[in-house]
């Protein structure tokens, strides 16, 4: 499950009491669910779009990997875009931009359109959802009621997860006027329209008062250095390596330096803001919780890919049959993540280490499972275990990385978290799917499929393992006086 957008950075004014209608955070959580529902339900659609558009597997994962590439190079310029010009007018234009590439998806005649398309619904994505927490911070001031209002979000995330594998199979199966997995771009238009129009009459209209200049040499080392770095390896991993491949890694790699270069003479000058504070990395919180979140949400969307992969190639269920089979993932998930924020206030970092117990017993427990000639019955517990850890880890990991932080750095550190969770998830879809795809040969049958799965369920055992020890090296960082 892929984590939310940042936090409203320090210095952003907050009124003592609530504003706006109350219905604005059903407007807000209109935009968020439909903004992590296109992450989701694409999965399910993944098998269907490369049998009707004779894609090969590279080219699906640019269709999924686009997405995520493009919110992550966008995301902490669209934070900061809205500090500067208004949250609530850049949330608008955000969701007019989504559901115009939406529709764009839905009648998309090639895979390179589509995959274009789903560039643009990136980038309006990372318009759009950054403003959401914002806008929840000016409607509730610090208490009961902001608290519950986060609970509120972190749930629509966990039930955006659910229902569009679930949502993405009906819709498929029953092919709506012949438009098969296009009705599931078709389907961002209503919600979208529903949150535009509580939104503009209800979401407060505000901005920092004396907001930072943009950092844009920043954000184009940024940009870059994450398009240059990761293209390669969704391609590199499913197609095959070229020169040229490397060395758009290695271009990519200078630019990641040329940013930290960058950062660290900003941070130097108390009249510039960066997009990151290079010293932040020294704080335990970053210094740890950083290469948690990259290790957890690299074992995450490409488990959604197999998983949906293995349940329709390889099972042979319809597609509604495969977004049934995601219910036990997305329901443990949802109800661990509403019990999550009293787990960790009771028992601390012991509560997260139990989530990863659970992600590595459940995925222990697929490994048979999966070979059972009712398999799809069989992984009903291993996949709720694994649902139940992934949400108690999702939700909290906020707090953990941001623990040190001061207040005033909390923008700079939220943005550099959630680009590490954009990161890790073009990681996992573009690794865990070559592991997949390179057992599962040319001429696969069921057996294939079996071997495949079972490679990939290996693989995020070994990212579980990591994300628990380097929760234990969290721990004892965070013991240290």
């Not at 759009?128 to 608290?147: H, K, N, T």
């Not at 390669?232 to 060395?247: D, E, I, K, T």
């Not at 750095?409 to 070559?434: K, P």
Request: proline share 7%.
């Amino acid at each position: 499950m892929t984590i939310s957008s940042p936090a409203r950075p320090a210095g952003a004014a907050t009124p003592a009491e609530p504003v706006g209608h109350p219905a604005a955070l059903t407007a807000l959580l209109l935009a968020t669910f439909m903004g992590f529902l296109d992450l989701f339900i694409v999965n399910v659609a993944a098998p269907s779009v490369q049998h009707d558009l004779s894609a090969s597997f590279a080219e699906l994962q640019l269709v999924l990997s686009g997405y995520i590439v493009a919110y992550a190079v966008g995301l902490v310029t669209g934070g900061r875009l809205g500090d500067t010009y208004g949250q609530r007018r850049l949330w608008l234009s955000g969701i007019v931009a989504f559901v115009v590439a939406s529709v764009a998806c839905g009648v998309a005649p090639g895979i390179w359109l589509l995959i274009g398309a789903r560039v643009v619904q990136g980038f309006a994505a990372a318009v759009m959802l950054p403003q959401v927490l914002a806008s929840i911070q000016i409607l509730y001031p610090p208490g009961e009621r902001r608290g519950r209002a986060l609970s509120t979000y972190g749930a629509v995330i966990g039930l955006a997860s659910l229902s569009g594998q679930i949502v993405g199979g009906a819709l498929i199966e029953a092919d709506l006027a012949g438009s098969g997995w296009r009705s599931v771009f078709f389907v961002n238009v209503p919600i979208g329209l529903a949150a535009l129009a509580i939104g503009a009459r209800t979401v407060p209209a505000a901005r920092l008062p004396s907001p930072a200049p943009l950092d844009v040499a920043g954000a184009g080392f940024l940009g870059a250095a994450i398009v240059l770095t990761l293209y390669p390896v969704v391609a590199g991993g499913a197609s095959g390596w070229s020169v040229p491949l490397v060395a758009m890694v290695v271009a990519g790699l200078a630019c990641f330096g040329a940013f930290f270069a960058w950062e660290r003479r900003l941070e130097a000058d108390p009249a510039r803001e960066p997009l990151l504070r290079p010293s932040l990395l020294r704080l335990p919180g970053p210094r740890w919780g950083l290469p948690v979140v990259l290790a957890f949400y690299a074992g995450n969307s490409g488990f959604f890919l197999v998983l949906a992969y293995f349940l329709q190639d390889g099972l042979k269920l319809s597609p509604l049959g495969s977004g049934l089979g995601f219910l036990p993932l997305g329901a443990g998930f949802a109800a661990a993540s509403l019990a999550s924020r009293a787990a960790v206030a009771r028992f601390g970092l012991r509560a997260q280490l139990a989530g990863v117990m659970l992600i590595v017993f459940g995925l222990l427990a697929a490994l048979p499972a999966s070979r059972g000639s009712s398999a799809d019955f069989q992984l009903i517990v291993p996949l709720a275990l694994a649902g139940l850890g992934e949400g108690l880890i999702a939700a909290p990991i906020i707090g953990v990385v941001l623990r040190d932080v001061p207040p005033e750095a909390a923008g700079s550190a939220s943005g550099a978290l959630l680009t590490t969770t954009q990161i890790a998830n073009i990681l996992s879809v573009a690794v865990t799917g070559v592991i997949f795809n390179g057992l599962l040969g040319s001429a696969p049958g069921r057996h294939d499929y079996d071997t495949a799965f079972a490679g990939a369920l290996i693989w995020l055992l070994v990212l579980a393992v990591l994300t628990g020890a380097l929760f234990l090296g969290l721990g004892r960082a965070q013991r240290r006086p």
